[in-house]
């Protein structure tokens, strides 16, 4: 705690009067560190394909590239790093225009079912490769009050991770109910499952179970801190429960559209 002291001064000295401000500053050091580690953290994420990059076209230029086949194997992981390095800034970029709120959040009224198919269209190609079954199922027509491409984005990356995380030939449920004056959206998979000492952690910027797992399959270590901030603008809540083996539940509660 940091304390201001005003002396004030009055007609006499017996009059003299004292204003104390007390503020609570751990909350600004906790965002000021938050902050700094985000850009220590990115710089060291940035810096891995970058370094990649420099290597194998330095590699490349002292003779390598002479040989056709480290020639087009070199490409395709420079191609590779490439995308990664892309896919990093993008979503550095969303994290910080996010928090700079320069893309409003809209309230309007959205079909939940048409944001779920959508995302299950986006993602079909995907799946269908590791032959993972997206089921929808749907007690009620819900509608909640909120920002359909928000939505989407949300359910994207929850679903994209659902894929990622589970063996070829694994389900991913997404449910869609009412419950009481609310609307629950659960994503389950039947995948690895994240450990419980780590589940708390799952939402910070970078933090990955497994961090080569996730390099390896594009991830980035931001989806979730980027859906966790939309969620939470959206008047809405995220939970996670997990069984390493047995796979992970997400569940979305947003607020229903009363017409
Ligand atoms: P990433 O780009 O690494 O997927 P996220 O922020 O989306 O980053 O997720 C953070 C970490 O949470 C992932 O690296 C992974 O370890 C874990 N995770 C997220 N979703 C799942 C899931 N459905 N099953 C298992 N682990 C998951």
Not at 116 to 139: R, Y
Request: aromatic letters at 6%; glycine letters at 6%; hydrophobic letters at 40%.
């Amino acid at each position: 705690v940091d304390a201001n002291v005003v002396p004030i001064a009055g007609k006499t000295k017996e009059d003299m009067n004292l204003i104390v401000l007390l503020y609570d500053i751990t909350e600004i050091r906790r965002l000021e560190k938050v902050r700094t580690d985000f850009v220590t953290n990115a710089s060291h994420e940035l810096r891995t394909p970058i370094t990649a990059l420099k290597g194998f076209s330095e590699t490349l230029l002292d003779g390598a590239m002479e040989d056709k086949v480290i020639l087009k194997q070199f490409l395709e992981i420079m191609l590779e790093e490439s995308t990664r390095l892309n896919l990093l800034v993008n979503d550095i970029l969303e994290l910080s225009k996010l928090e700079q709120r320069q893309v409003p959040i809209s309230f309007e009224e959205v079909v939940v079912k048409e944001a779920v198919l959508s995302t299950f269209k986006l993602m079909n190609q995907k799946a269908e490769q590791k032959k993972i079954t997206m089921n929808l199922f749907e007690e009620d027509s819900v509608k909640i009050e909120g920002d359909k491409n928000r939505l989407k984005q949300i359910l994207a990356n929850l679903v994209d991770n659902a894929v990622i995380y589970t063996k070829p030939g694994g389900t991913i449920d997404v449910t869609v109910k009412k419950n009481k004056n609310k609307a629950m959206i659960t994503i389950s998979d039947n995948g690895m499952g994240i450990p419980e000492d780590e589940i708390n952690r799952i939402f910070e910027r970078f933090y990955r179970v497994d961090k080569g797992r996730s390099r390896n399959s594009g991830g980035t270590g931001l989806g979730l801190s980027i859906v966790k901030y939309l969620v939470e603008n959206s008047n809405g809540k995220i939970t996670v429960e997990s069984k390493v083996g047995l796979g992970t539940t997400f569940a979305l509660i947003f607020p229903l559209r009363h017409l």
